[in-house]
């Protein structure tokens, strides 16, 4: 038989997606599984962008222009310019979703060997890109009692060698939900600038700052116009994750024009869901209203019971729909397994993603998940009494 490719087996599953056979089994069952696992909003998409698909006058549905349709490009660079970032159409690049983002900006900025600094837990996809990519992770660890604040800019400097190519950062974090602070970019932006790194800044969630709290792009950081790389999607600002819609930024001439050898290669984004991405810029401002501050309830409304629950500690995130729960566990892959394959409670149960999978270092986030606070309030009500019951449970049985 043929081998696998080491670079395959290398290949990192999924800590969000790799128990959904479980999950499916349990449905079989007749179980009710709660999906706190997966960044997956039940918000509605903005009818504006499902009537443009639905409305969409087409008689061949065309590839678009490798970069992305040029009406979208020009319309997306005076949202963000509308937004306080300044960019033309010429700096962003159409994506199929924030993932090739990545990828086209790891393998344009960076050769195998290559190693790229990455606060830890992290978006558990960076791990995977860099593996295809046989980039060398250098994780530097967060800790979850100060809320996983970017550690001391010393620490980063421990880590930089000759093949130190690139810093990445999530703000706000997935899948922590920190925000970084002004003084923290600062301090990245310096560190950058001294060993002229690339500094990859997925923004995804940029909407999504909590208790007043501003954020701040790396787009606007000065200096960086030829280092700063940013990442964004349309799958949770306007909760289109099925569009996969996505786009990559950066001033640096060079580097738009090698990525777009590699958006040559895969030919165009999707044409689909470039017409509804394009369209929902025309969301109305209260829509966000209302989505702003659905999050913000789900948030203390999670983050309180949690909280609760004896032995969670869940700190309280200050971006993003994304917590870090530390729980009473020893081995948090065994624990989601068995949420879903034997416990139930009242026919229902919880699926959370195993912390270890966001962490690069070997044995660290064992005793941690993530949950994503992306359903209802009453859901959430019922997933957290779920996870209540089901620890009394695994106390008994865990060995």
Not at 36 to 58: F, M, R, S, Y
Not at 389 to 394: P, R, V
Request: one cysteine or more; hydrophobic letters at 35%; aromatic letters at 10%.
């Amino acid at each position: 038989m043929p081998k696998i490719s080491n670079r395959g087996n290398k290949m990192p599953a999924s800590p969000i997606r790799k128990l959904v056979p479980y999950a499916e089994a349990a449905k079989k069952r007749g179980t009710k599984v709660y999906h706190l696992n997966i960044g997956q909003p039940d918000i509605k998409t903005p009818e504006v962008a499902i009537n443009a698909v639905k409305n969409a006058d087409l008689k061949i549905l065309e590839y678009s222009h490798s970069a992305g349709n040029e009406s979208y490009r020009k319309k997306l660079a005076a949202y963000y310019t509308k937004h306080g970032i300044a960019v033309t159409q010429d700096e962003l690049m159409i994506t199929v979703g924030g993932s090739e983002a990545i990828q086209f900006a790891l393998c344009s900025c960076m050769d195998a060997g290559d190693e790229v600094i990455i606060p830890e837990p992290f978006y558990a996809n960076y791990n995977g890109f860099a593996t295809a990519g046989d980039i060398v992770v250098k994780p530097i660890t967060t800790k979850i009692e100060n809320s996983f604040a970017l550690p001391p800019i010393e620490e980063f400097e421990k880590l930089i060698t000759s093949k130190t190519k690139a810093i990445i950062i999530c703000n706000p974090n997935n899948p922590t939900g920190y925000l970084y602070t002004n003084e923290e970019l600062e301090q990245l932006r310096k560190i950058v600038l001294k060993y002229d790194l690339y500094l990859f800044a997925d923004e995804v969630y940029r909407e999504f700052c909590y208790d007043g709290k501003k954020h701040t792009s790396i787009l606007n950081l000065e200096g960086l116009e030829q280092n700063a790389v940013v990442v964004d999607s349309i799958s949770k600002r306007f909760s289109a994750c099925g569009a996969r819609i996505g786009c990559m930024i950066t001033r640096n001439k060079d580097l738009i024009n090698t990525a777009m050898k590699f958006a040559q290669a895969r030919l165009s984004p999707p044409s689909l869901g470039q017409i509804a991405g394009e369209a929902a810029l025309d969301t109305d401002e209260n829509y966000f209203k209302e989505v702003y501050n659905e999050y913000i309830s789900r948030r203390n409304n999670i983050v309180e019971k949690l909280n609760q629950i004896p032995g969670v500690l869940c700190p309280n995130p200050g971006g993003a729909f994304y917590a870090m729960v530390r729980l009473p566990v020893k081995d948090s892959d065994h624990f989601c397994q068995w949420l879903l394959e034997e416990f139930e409670h009242n026919h229902k149960t919880v699926m959370l993603a195993p912390g270890s999978g966001f962490y690069n270092t070997p044995g660290l986030g064992k005793n941690e998940a993530r949950v994503a606070y992306v359903l209802n309030n009453q859901d959430i009500d019922e997933a957290v009494n779920c996870l209540k019951f089901a620890l009394e449970a695994y106390k008994k049985i865990e060995k």
